[in-house]
């Protein structure tokens, strides 16, 4: 790029564009003055932004280039004629650079645990920032003369605090805990004998009760 001129007799001494102008009376010069610049083409992939455009800069001057992540994402680092994790980054340009820089969405987990059943999902669970999610259980299961009824949950993070049925919603933005709850039956099967009635009937009863 032309950043002027400097000059002898009856050239002007100096000036700042590419072109000038005079009446030569003397023997003169005219030096043409160049300076160098370098293209820097910046991409941003996934959810965030620059605070640099795309252009020419100076050769050797420093370049400073934050990066800023959206809700729910994280800066994951340059890439392209640079490989490097440093935010702001500091670019020397002594050459052409293109970069990319990377977003990645936060990932974060869903511990689930159970006494009983076969809840979905179970164990632990990695999960992208604001991902729904429908975590449930079996209402009851019977084995022989015990059943298991679920009696609701509790829960860490974005789960809710608690709850009373054997299903849940939310969307997931931190680490999370789900425990489901779990109340154990005995079954209590009662024949009157000739002549007489009882006046508990037969069926399911609270272990403990």
């Not at 005079?22 to 605070?51: C, K, V």
């Amino acid at each position: 790029m032309c950043a002027g001129w400097t000059g002898t007799g009856s050239a002007p001494a100096s000036g700042t564009s590419n072109s000038t102008a005079f009446n030569i009376i003397s023997i003169s010069t005219l030096t043409w003055l160049w300076e160098t610049n370098y293209w820097l083409d910046l991409t941003p992939a996934g959810q965030g932004e620059l605070d640099q455009a795309t252009g020419w800069f100076l050769r050797n001057s420093n370049v400073t280039i934050n990066a800023t992540a959206s809700n729910g994402w994280h800066f994951a680092g340059w890439t392209g004629d640079l490989t490097t994790n440093a935010n702001p980054l500091v670019l020397p340009m002594g050459q052409p650079y293109a970069l990319t820089a990377t977003f990645a969405i936060d990932e974060f987990t869903l511990t689930v645990t159970s006494d009983q059943g076969n809840p979905v999902p179970a164990g632990v669970t990695t999960n992208n920032w604001d991902t729904p999610l429908n975590p449930t259980v079996e209402a009851s299961l019977n084995d022989g003369a015990t059943q298991y009824v679920c009696v609701g949950w509790v829960g860490t993070g974005s789960t809710p605090l608690s709850g009373t049925s054997n299903v849940t919603a939310f969307n997931i933005t931190n680490a999370s805990t789900l425990t489901w709850l779990w109340q154990t039956n005995y079954w209590l099967d009662l024949t009157p004998w000739s002549d007489g009635e009882l006046d508990v009937a037969t069926g399911w009863f609270a272990r403990g009760s």
